[in-house]
């Protein structure tokens, strides 16, 4: 039985690290909430930081009844801690967002209306993207038409998890098994009325982030290829079938040109290319099943996505 909803509008922030951001944030957040909902909760999500992010949360906690607090028992990461968040947020909408303020809180205004013209998902689309690096900017732009290419769902270019969304994609979103936590793969499995808001993405505006550095950011690209797509596979056995064509080719070019006659090119140089060509093809087709299977060896296991050690705030 799903509790009571409480609030008009629940904002889910992941948070590692973050001692310079918090405050800064619910600067920014409190009066655009105030100005365009009736009543809000704020909910940081946070993986154990070394630093003092987990004590400001709490003291803010004590002096707003609308900040509150999920303390996970270990690092989950930031898919995980964003899904937490979904599972305790209570609003008629859920708005996910960054503490760093690159995903401005004034566009909250904007997604809310859009809301309240009947779309289920609000998703801000960037424009530009100030303080990353170009190879980020380029891995992200390659991974998401190598996604869209080859994957089962449409996920729009240039998007994060920053997005609005209805409380009955809320509740399909937590009602999904998958463990990868892709949460823009999930959104377009689960479906309904879309909108997207154009915006130029800022700078942080303190520290770095500790969250989907360059490798985290592939690993969350690899979810979105093999997680909602099997084409992979289908890859693999292509180039099976061309490695032996190739070969089957050779072999007839090297039989001409013996029964004519010709040089017969035969040595150490073609037994190499052949060898490290064959090799090739079966490494990485030996990759790509790894990744199924691990990611099938995963989702077997059935462990929690998350464990909560804290919740601060919240209703019993």
Request: hydrophobic residues 45%; glycine residues 10%.
């Amino acid at each position: 039985m799903l509790a009571p909803r409480l609030m008009e509008l629940s904002v889910v922030v992941p948070v590692y690290r973050e001692e310079d951001n918090v405050g800064e944030f619910l600067r920014h957040v409190r009066p655009v909430l105030a100005a365009c909902v009736a009543s809000h909760e704020i909910i940081f999500c946070l993986d154990p930081s070394p630093d003092r992010t987990r004590e400001i949360i709490v003291e803010e906690t004590r002096r707003d009844p609308a900040v509150k607090l999920i303390a996970f028992s270990r690092r989950f990461g930031q898919p995980m801690a964003t899904l937490g968040g979904l599972a305790y947020a209570r609003g008629d909408a859920v708005v996910i967002m960054d503490v760093d303020l690159q995903d401005p809180p004034e566009l909250i205004g904007a997604m809310v209306a859009k809301w309240r013209e009947g779309y289920d998902v609000v998703i801000p689309q960037r424009r530009t993207r100030r303080g990353e690096p170009w190879i980020k900017r380029l891995v992200a732009a390659v991974g998401y038409r190598v996604i869209n290419k080859i994957a089962n769902v449409e996920i729009p270019p240039a998007t994060g998890d920053f997005r609005l969304m209805s409380r009955r994609v809320v509740e399909e979103l937590n009602r999904l098994k998958e463990c990868h936590g892709f949460l823009r793969g999930m959104v377009a499995v689960v479906g309904f009325r879309q909108a997207l808001i154009p915006f130029d993405r800022p700078a942080r505006h303190a520290g770095r982030t500790h969250y989907n550095r360059m490798f985290g950011s592939l690993r969350i690209g690899f979810n979105g290829v093999f997680c909602f797509s099997t084409y992979a596979l289908s890859l693999c056995t292509q180039a099976g079938f061309l490695a032996a064509f190739a070969s089957f080719l050779l072999a007839l070019i090297y039989l001409g040109m013996k029964l004519g006659g010709f040089p017969f090119p035969i040595g150490n140089p073609t037994i190499v290319i052949l060898i490290l060509f064959m090799g090739g093809v079966q490494l990485v087709s030996v990759g790509i099943l790894g990744e199924y299977i691990g990611r099938i060896y995963e989702e077997v296991k059935g462990r929690p996505k998350f464990i909560v050690e804290q919740a601060i705030g919240f209703d019993p």
